[in-house]
């Protein structure tokens, strides 16, 4: 009987760790979908990050909006 017990506890271990890894893999590999990664730059204003595409590029310097470029 204790037999049994100890060969099923060594069961549920392996399984656990087998499952346990194959989780871990799936949150590595896991990205938010439709949306490429994408360059942070950050205004030279108020400081506030945004991104590369939506930032507008003035005397070398990125700003997050025209008023900002305008007021630096």
Known sequence: MI???VLLAV???IVWMVTGKARAAARRDRRP???PVE???RCAH???FLPKAESV???GARFCS???ERLH
């Open 33 to 35: 979908a439709g949306r």
């Open 3 to 5: 037999k049994y017990l």
């Open 46 to 48: 108020c400081g506030v």
């Open 39 to 41: 360059d942070m730059v």
């Open 11 to 13: 069961i549920a271990v």
């Open 57 to 59: 590029e003035a005397r």
């Open 66 to 68: 025209r008023e900002h």
